[in-house]
């Protein structure tokens, strides 16, 4: 089945360094959803990207979809402390039995 | 609007017993999935639901099932619990069910198996 690998699974950093997280699929996505969850908190969704070769911005977070839509990337621009969460990427399949398969997240901590 | 709401917000249970979570998705959503959340496996899907139909389905024991009522509102039964039950539950309600719908997730019910 759709397997969503998502690196790197912890990242620490100094609040105005940049962070990256990456998202591979084993298959072809029609689409990926990005969400973030906060400690104790729930998912909530960011981004959703569907072309080939698709970027999007929001404030200081650029998302990228791969031109083969098998992977894709969500970067942070000068860390605030306010964006430590745990980043997950979702990658919907194609064809006609739709499912979203999320990566096991990347977990984001801001040291200020 | 109201969001996703979920019920009871923690549970404990004895292994072997069974237990029944409750979702109310967002008014006017017809979709509800059920995701299972563990710091090993991450955020792993159960199933989906759209207009009282199970739409899809993943690789979970039959011990967990689920439905969905006419109002939309779905519930999840966990027959026989194990001590690897023991998760935050997530549901996720969509609008009208087309593919590539955000997801809207509840709070989640965190429940703990001994």
């Known amino acids: 089945g759709q397997q969503v690998m998502q690196i790197p699974q912890y990242q620490h950093v100094q609040e105005g360094e940049d962070f990256t997280t990456y998202c591979n699929s084993s298959t072809t996505l029609s689409n990926i959803q990005w969400y973030k969850q906060r400690p104790g908190g729930h998912p909530v969704f960011l981004i959703q990207?569907?072309?080939?070769?698709e970027v999007k911005k929001q404030k200081r977070l650029t998302f990228q979809f791969g031109e083969a839509k098998k992977n894709s990337s969500l970067h942070i621009t000068a860390t605030q402390t306010t964006d430590v969460g745990t980043y997950f990427c979702a990658g919907g399949t194609e064809g006609s039995n739709y499912k979203l398969t999320f990566g096991k997240g990347t977990l984001l901590t801001v040291n200020p | 609007k109201a969001g996703v709401t979920q019920t009871p917000r923690y549970l404990i249970k004895t292994r072997g017993q069974q237990v029944t979570l409750s979702c109310s998705p967002i008014?006017?959503?017809?979709?509800v999935s059920w995701y299972q959340q563990t710091p090993g496996q991450g955020l792993q899907f159960l199933f989906e639901y759209f207009s009282e139909t199970q739409r899809n389905k993943g690789n979970f024991p039959g011990r967990f099932s689920g439905r969905q009522f006419s109002n939309s509102r779905s519930e999840m039964n966990v027959s026989t619990l194990e001590l690897g039950d023991s998760a935050l539950y997530l549901c996720?309600?969509?609008?009208?069910?087309?593919?590539?719908?955000?997801?809207?997730f509840g709070p989640g019910t965190r429940l703990l198996v001994l």
């Open positions: 008014s006017g959503h017809r979709s």
């Open positions: 990207l569907v072309k080939s070769g």
């Open positions: 996720a309600s969509s609008g009208e069910g087309y593919p590539q719908e955000t997801q809207y």
